[in-house]
């Protein structure tokens, strides 16, 4: 038996309930895999923020460091602005604990319709590679004049050859492994950021020369999120910076069908520090309490948490039980065009698996 320490956030809307089925489905698999979980909940998030004017405690990283993993549900509240929600929790645990790999994968699953027309089942699989800890999201940056008429703000982005390199390279390697045409794509926009995306392009043609049996191309962002609508089946695995990987992994979830199914993975490949796995259809708050939230991001973030951890047979298990119910489609939430509930997935999961 083999014990894996979790560090649970269920943080807000509807992320406590679907994070309450990917917990089922992971006990569930538990006695036939040999593991045996250790959970411990962390009740951080916007509760937590309106009782103590932060997202979690001060020493919240040091708790956190503790686990392996961090499963989280969703961050952010209709009453805090997503700045406070997403600087006071998520993107801290991400730089601190350098989950410099933001993993999400695309793909268009049988009995699931793709808002594109045309597009038959596998006709979209890509795999995003999102760089996680710089780039236009790095915290740099000032106001002067806040609150003034001729209020000033200065955002920097950050690109290091380093920070580049090393995610470029982690896609590189994602391609070699995937049974796929052996395709990497390049996203950018050196044409007018001509100094940040400048170094990324750099380090693309330099990660490149290491990986002659990878084909590559370079495209800039807007000609990228095009194709990611007119001809998706033309892409293998994209690499793009924070902010690019951001807009292009929203686009991927809802060409194959639901942001329901959007899993994701923070990844720190060197497993110095925990990563984290989270579905990335945040809180939807217009549903939440309801019932009727899509779990199957959550049990399939699960699922890549399990390869994380070197449990491929049960992280298979899990992956085909979800594809079969979908496939199936009689027990699907309305998302999906079904009617079940939230739990009612979580227990038809279980009860399909192998």
């Given at each position: 038996?083999v ?8 943080g ?10 990917g917990i ?10 040999g593991?045996?979980?250790s ?6 998030g ?6 103590n ?18 499963f ?5 509240h ?25 993993e ?6 049988p ?8 597009k ?5 699989d ?7 800890t710089?780039g236009?999201?790095?915290p740099v ?52 950021l ?9 380090a ?22 095009m194709?990611?609508?007119r ?5 293998d ?6 902010l690019?990987g ?7 979830a809802i060409?194959?069908g ?6 994701s ?9 925990p990563?984290?796995?989270e579905?990335?259809h945040?809180t ?9 939230a ?5 049990i399939l ?6 390869r994380h ?18 496939e ?5 939430t ?7 509930s ?7 999961v279980v009860?399909?698996?192998?």
């Amino acid at each position: 038996m083999v014990e894996h320490s979790v560090a649970v956030i269920r943080g807000d809307g509807i992320g406590t309930e679907v994070i309450e089925e990917g917990i089922k489905v992971l006990n569930a698999v538990a006695d036939e895999y040999g593991i045996a979980w250790s959970f411990t909940e962390h009740p951080w998030g916007s509760d937590y923020y309106f009782e103590n004017g932060s997202m979690m405690p001060a020493d919240g990283l040091e708790q956190l460091a503790k686990s392996e993993v961090v499963f989280l549900g969703a961050v952010g509240h209709p009453d805090i602005q997503d700045h406070i929600t997403l600087s006071g929790l998520l993107l801290p645990i991400r730089r601190s604990f350098d989950q410099y790999v933001n993993e999400r994968p695309s793909v268009l699953y049988p009995g699931v319709s793709s808002p594109l027309k045309g597009k038959e089942p596998f006709d979209i699989d890509m795999l995003v590679i999102r760089e996680n800890t710089e780039g236009e999201y790095a915290p740099v940056g000032g106001f002067q004049y806040l609150d003034m008429p001729q209020e000033l703000a200065v955002q920097s982005g950050v690109f290091t050859r380093y920070g580049c390199e090393r995610v470029i390279t982690y896609a590189f390697e994602a391609a070699r492994k995937r049974d796929k045409k052996k395709l990497v794509t390049s996203v950018t926009k050196s044409n007018a950021l001509g100094f940040g995306m400048i170094v990324w392009d750099r380090a693309f043609e330099r990660v490149a020369e290491g990986y002659p049996d990878i084909e590559t191309q370079s495209l800039l962002i807007d000609a990228a999120c095009m194709d990611f609508i007119r001809r998706p089946e033309t892409f293998d695995v994209v690499v793009a910076s924070n902010l690019f990987g951001d807009i292009l992994t929203d686009i991927g979830a809802i060409i194959t069908g639901s942001m329901g199914l959007a899993a994701s993975a923070n990844i720190d490949p060197e497993r110095r520090f925990p990563s984290m796995f989270e579905p990335v259809h945040g809180t939807a708050p217009d549903i939440e309490g309801k019932g009727i939230a899509n779990p199957m991001a959550a049990i399939l973030s699960g699922s890549m948490m399990l390869r994380h951890l070197g449990h491929d047979d049960a992280a298979d298990n899990i992956d085909n039980a979800v594809f079969g119910l979908v496939e199936q489609g009689e027990i699907l939430t309305p998302d999906l065009g079904g009617s079940s509930s939230t739990s009612q997935v979580g227990d038809a999961v279980v009860n399909a698996l192998g």
